[in-house]
């Protein structure tokens, strides 16, 4: 099956549209792009239509090999990737570690391969809208205000997702109306993960609770706080600009601004210095430095170097970040 062959059904035009809208407003519109295929219904219904809708696309297959017969699984995605009309498909083999879960452990793996694999094409990523509704109800618990429940973007670069508001049924759909049989995977059907638990209890529950649609609003929820935030942003690196002398903060400039305003601006300001994980509890403590002296000691942020923690500290009405060693050097 080629691109020019396939049937013109409600789903896979569906799909065709919501990729066709992803490329009309993408920034770079004339890049290459490669798709992440995983065999799934989700990724195959992507593959199909943005090969329908882009020139010479490409097919990134990742094996996890956390299961017997992943390799037969990776071969034949490649394989269906070529006959739809991809140039080229190519299966990434990866080891999947431990560190925080195999789920957290398996998607470090699957972008790190994609990311060295993609040769500056931007790689689009089949996340539909259901995978929007359960990230923003994972944000929703961690309780880290709206940046954590925005959710997941559309253009991410080098990461692309066109099916953020296109419905997991839909792609089933498409897939169905092509005739493809998608692979599914047993650990989504796994209740030991939490996403798992989401979408087969909570989303379901929620729908029949509150008449249906859930989905579908919390999709929208996480697309408005992105777009306000994208404002708090742009203001909050005004307002670093405005405070910044030499590497460090100016504790009045920050003073006199918005809560809102400020805490973006500490989070910009220590993403710039090396921070990383940044959390809700530790913006707050970096905030009472700010507008709560009482002559405290820094903080702790993640980040710094091998035998060395980033701490911030207030010093004469500043803001300085500086490593601190855990051994003389």
Known sequence: MTAGELPEGRAILEVRQAVRSWRAHRVDRSGPLAVALSGGADSLALTAATVAEAPSVRALVVDHGLQSGSSDV??????TALALGCVEAT???????????????????????????????????????DDQAETVLLGLARGSGPRSIAGMAAEDPPWGRPLLGTARAVTRAACAELGLTPFEDP????????????????????????????????????AQLKEDGAVLDDLAGALVAKATIGSELDVTT?????????????????????????????????????VDWRGQGGVAVGGGAPGARLVVERRHGRLRAELEWSLPR
């Open 91 to 129: 299966v990434l083999r990866v080891t999947v570690g431990r560190e925080g879960g195999m789920e957290a452990a398996a998607r470090r793996a699957r972008y790190r391969a994609l990311d060295d694999a993609r040769g500056g094409a931007t790689v689009l990523i089949g996340h539909t809208l």
């Open 187 to 222: 650990h989504n059907s796994n209740s030991d993960f939490t996403r798992v638990r989401l979408r087969r209890e909570v989303l379901p529950l929620l729908e029949d609770v509150l008449g249906g649609g859930v989905a579908s609003a919390l999709a929208r929820t996480a």
């Open 254 to 290: 920050l003073t006199a601004a918005p809560v809102a305003l400020r805490r973006r601006a500490l989070r910009s300001w220590l993403h710039g210095v090396g921070a990383k994980a940044l959390s809700d509890n530790q913006l707050r403590t970096m905030d009472a430095l700010v």
């Open 74 to 79: 990776a071969a034949g995605a490649a394989e």
